[in-house]
């Protein structure tokens, strides 16, 4: 086992840990699951294990996205956005982000029957915020990608070739 650990999620710790980054390990309690780090803000302190990968694997990571209805952070907001990811890896993803009024507009909801209620269910890549913008868009995902949770909220887009 190597004397360094890659963070793998910055969970709580954003403010000391960035995912991707690796760190020196000064001491481990493998039997409490956590181990002993020094931190981007310089404090040495215990963290739980499941924040590092310590093989040291590389850390898949969002490298571009583009908002289809958005051209630039000038436009006003959205309630409804499909948004193309580029991994680190090359992998090309999408999500939509909606707002509550957005929901409302996707074709695929399901109506309950005789009753004027519609809901969405099992959308794991229906990403909803109360605002889109550019600038909206871009902090969730970036937040999502410290959380480890990309992957999981985001379906795999094999088709695009035009993505850049």
Known sequence: MSNEATCIDESIYSDALTRGHRYTI????????KIRIRGNNNRIRWYPLGCFDLNNEPVT???????????????????????????TTGELRWCWFV???????????DRIHNLNVRFQYDNQHLIIMNKLTYETIEYALR??????????CTLHYAWVEDFK
């Open 26 to 33: 000064i001491d481990s309690d493998y039997k409490n699951s």
């Open 143 to 152: 937040h999502i990608d410290s959380q480890n949770k990309l992957i999981d």
């Open 61 to 87: 990571k969002l490298l571009l996205f583009s908002v289809e209805d958005i051209d630039d952070e000038l436009d006003a907001p959205l309630d409804i956005a499909e948004v193309n990811i580029r991994l």
């Open 99 to 109: 707002t509550p009024v957005g929901a409302l507009q996707l074709d695929n909801t």
